[in-house]
């Protein structure tokens, strides 16, 4: 069965802190992605991975960045976190485009920032 | 530019009573399609998708969808409302950019209530 899970389900920190929201995927896939949920806006794209060491921008990096060293583990880096940055953040992750494109999802992080 | 619309943020049905969730999308080719579904405090399920095998799709839980290119729709729909059906569903389609990797447009949601 698919599993996607992320470090934590709910994280409160304080303005100026640096965060790290983790997530693991057990599929082999190559791809994984974080996006951030907010009302009325939908999902958003921040960073994507097409593999290890591999990143791209997604269309809100601004405040991000992201590492992935193993296949597996795809981390978001919030290097000063901010109030705006207070989100629901959800991982998700796929095989290569062309062979599946449906992507799996975690439960999602909800950060606030205070 | 592609686009994914969902013509209701929100929509109220009684148990038993049949559900319509409405997306229509922009492109200049016949995209996949899908539909997720997120409860509470979840992440998001695939519920169905569409890619090009066959127009009416059926998905988990008693959904389904039909693609329609002549309006350029992909309503999804259940003849019957459960009160677990409760919750926010987003139509999204693959972002079409030449790139390597399968990035996806999102709809902005519509969140189902189902009243007994």
């Known amino acids: 069965d698919v599993k996607v899970t992320q470090s934590s389900r709910y994280l409160v920190k304080r303005t100026g802190e640096k965060v790290f929201l983790e997530c693991v995927q057990d599929?082999?896939?190559?791809?994984m992605f974080w996006y951030r949920q907010d009302p009325g806006l939908g999902l958003r794209l921040i960073y994507f991975?097409?593999?290890?060491?591999?990143?791209e921008k997604g269309d809100i990096p601004e405040g991000y960045s992201v590492s992935r060293e193993k296949k597996e583990r795809f981390s978001l880096i919030l290097e000063s976190a901010s109030t705006n940055q207070t989100s629901m953040y959800l991982c998700?992750?796929?095989?290569?485009?062309?062979?599946?494109?449906?992507?799996?999802f975690g439960p999602g992080t909800r950060l606030l920032v205070l | 530019a592609q686009s994914v619309t969902q013509l209701d943020s929100h929509v109220s049905v009684s148990e038993g009573t049949p559900v319509l969730l409405r997306c229509n999308y922009s492109?200049?080719?016949?995209?996949?399609l899908f539909w997720y579904v997120q409860h509470p405090n979840k992440g998001l399920q695939l519920l169905l998708k569409?890619?090009?095998?066959?127009?009416l799709v059926k998905g988990i839980n008693g959904f389904e969808a039909e693609f329609k290119k002549s309006e350029t729709s992909f309503h999804l729909t259940k003849p019957s409302a459960h009160m677990s059906d409760a919750a926010e569903y987003f139509c999204?389609?693959?972002?079409?950019?030449?790139?390597?990797?399968?990035?996806?447009?999102f709809g902005t949601g519509t969140l189902l209530a189902v009243q007994p």
């Open positions: 999204v389609a693959p972002k079409n950019y030449g790139g390597a990797t399968n990035k996806l447009i």
């Open positions: 991975s097409y593999d290890v060491k591999m990143k």
């Open positions: 492109s200049s080719y016949s995209p996949s």
């Open positions: 998700a992750s796929s095989l290569p485009r062309g062979r599946q494109e449906t992507q799996y």
């Open positions: 599929m082999d896939h190559e791809n």
């Open positions: 569409y890619t090009s095998a066959a127009t």
